[in-house]
């Protein structure tokens, strides 16, 4: 008896921490959501550039790793800029970035940066 109290007590223990880890998760994902700059202008758009989109596409915008399309040559609309950040490439090759899908940018600084690469272009 004093055993299947005990182990009714672990069992409860793991569900209570495992709904516990649960609840914090689900926190952190929705803090992700909301943390983070809400206007363009306290975007550091340089700084998430370069986390973010140098290893592939370069400093300059055509470095071309792992398949990356030249940002420099690039004549892509803003809309499917965005759309393309937000949620990958249909090709699988470039990740997708928006929060929806558990990347690290929010949509203010998915617009930031699709609004930076046109400076690449020349
Ligand atoms: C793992 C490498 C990789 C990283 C990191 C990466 N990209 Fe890409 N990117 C690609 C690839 C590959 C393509 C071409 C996808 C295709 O073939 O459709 C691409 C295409 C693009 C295009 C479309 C260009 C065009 O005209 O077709 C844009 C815009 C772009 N990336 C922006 C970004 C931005 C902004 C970041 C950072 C948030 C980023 N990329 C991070 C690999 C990467």
Not at 7 to 23: D, E
Not at 31 to 56: A, F, M, Q, W
Request: aromatic letters at 4%.
């Amino acid at each position: 008896m004093a055993d299947l109290a005990g182990s009714n007590f672990i069992k409860t223990t793991i569900v209570t921490l495992s709904l516990l880890a649960g609840a914090c998760n689900n926190e952190k994902n929705s803090i992700s959501t909301e943390v983070g700059p809400t206007t363009l202008e306290e975007v550091n758009v340089l700084k998430l550039y370069i986390r973010h989109c140098v290893d592939c596409h370069g400093e300059n915008g055509d470095l071309g790793l792992m398949g990356a399309k030249s940002l420099v040559t690039s004549a892509m609309p803003i809309s499917e800029r965005i759309e393309l950040i937000t949620h990958g490439s249909k090709n699988g090759k470039m990740k997708p970035f928006g929060v929806e899908h558990y990347g690290d940018l929010n949509t203010i600084e998915i617009e930031a940066l699709a609004k930076y690469i046109e400076t690449l272009r020349h």
